[in-house]
């Protein structure tokens, strides 16, 4: 009877384990799709000054050479002066021909303090996103990521 109870204990254990890692799995979002990776890349480059808040890309860093998937997407917004960040002016584009709104897919990581993705799923190859963001006032900023994916 003692070991008919200590084999129930561990398949339920088991069982609890299995669902647990089946929602880890389940919890990362796929930022960027197959086949949208395969797209042709936009070669379109965005230059100016500009007042509107400051977009510091806090990871992937720029320049860390090739990461993993999923990955850690994670910007930081900082608006000036008196001004607050636009939340609903967020726009992340995946820089490829035709270009793709990524924005619904983030949005419930956006703050107005920025956008935090713990494991974005992105397959693998060299990726741009395109981040424009607005404050109160009406100053806008845009900034380019660029990252790599191993397989």
Same mark, same amino acid.
């Given at each position: 009877?003692?070991?008919?109870?200590?084999?129930?204990?561990?398949?339920?254990?088991?069982?609890?384990?299995?669902?647990?890692?089946?929602?880890?799995?389940?919890?990362?979002?796929?930022?960027?799709?197959?086949?949208?990776?395969?797209?042709?890349?936009? @070669?379109?480059?965005?230059?100016?000054?500009?007042?509107?808040?400051?977009?510091?890309?806090?990871?992937?860093?720029?320049?860390?050479?090739?990461?993993?998937?999923?990955? @850690?997407?994670?910007?930081?917004?900082?608006?000036?002066?008196?001004?607050?960040?636009?939340?609903?002016?967020?726009?992340? !584009?995946?820089?490829?021909?035709?270009?793709?709104?990524?924005?619904?897919?983030?949005?419930?990581?956006?703050?107005?303090?920025?956008?935090?993705?713990?494991?974005?799923?992105?397959?693998?190859? !060299?990726?741009?996103?395109?981040?424009?963001?607005?404050?109160?006032?009406?100053? !806008?900023?845009? !900034?380019?990521?660029?990252?790599?994916?191993?397989?």
């Amino acid at each position: 009877m003692h070991q008919r109870t200590i084999a129930c204990r561990l398949i339920g254990a088991c069982a609890v384990l299995a669902a647990v890692l089946a929602a880890g799995a389940a919890s990362a979002l796929q930022l960027i799709t197959t086949s949208e990776a395969a797209l042709p890349a936009d @070669h379109s480059h965005y230059r100016g000054i500009s007042r509107g808040p400051t977009v510091a890309v806090v990871s992937p860093l720029p320049g860390a050479g090739s990461i993993k998937s999923p990955l @850690h997407l994670k910007i930081k917004f900082q608006p000036h002066g008196a001004a607050k960040i636009d939340v609903d002016s967020v726009l992340l !584009t995946y820089m490829k021909e035709p270009t793709v709104d990524l924005t619904q897919r983030i949005k419930p990581y956006i703050t107005a303090g920025g956008i935090d993705v713990e494991d974005a799923e992105v397959p693998p190859g !060299t990726h741009t996103l395109r981040l424009n963001i607005a404050d109160s006032d009406g100053h !806008t900023s845009t !900034t380019d990521l660029t990252f790599s994916v191993s397989k």
